[in-house]
């Protein structure tokens, strides 16, 4: 099993990025995901997670209204807009497999101006 984030890099407050996370060695269509972050001296932060069709999503309070998860199944890539960003969204942040011990290598995610 292996999950690849990228897009993550420096933007300044109020900006967006888009992260995603390419899975592989496993049947991505048949499990929901989450996307995780931890900030420095913080421990890890569930951001928001999406069921395995796409149809369910839910999300950290922090997050409601900028932050949209999504999937495309025929690609095996989960992704996460983030829109409106500020500085306490700087964080690494983390694709993971829930129920597992599978999570992806993080994409440092820096809100500055």
């Not at 690849?4 to 888009?18: A, I, T």
Request: contains cysteine; aromatic residues 10%.
């Amino acid at each position: 099993v292996q999950l690849v984030e990228s897009g993550g890099g420096l933007v300044q407050p109020g900006g967006s990025l888009r992260l995603s996370c390419a899975a592989s060695g496993f049947t991505f269509s048949r499990h929901g995901m989450s996307w995780y972050r931890q900030a420095p001296g913080k421990g890890r932060e569930l951001v928001a997670t999406i069921s395995s069709d796409g149809g369910s999503t839910n999300y950290a309070d922090s997050v409601k209204g900028r932050f949209t998860i999504s999937r495309d199944n025929a690609k095996n890539t989960v992704y996460l807009q983030m829109n409106s960003l500020k500085p306490e969204d700087t964080a690494v942040y983390y694709c993971y497999r829930p129920l597992t011990s599978y999570w992806g290598q993080g994409t440092q995610v820096t809100v500055s101006s």
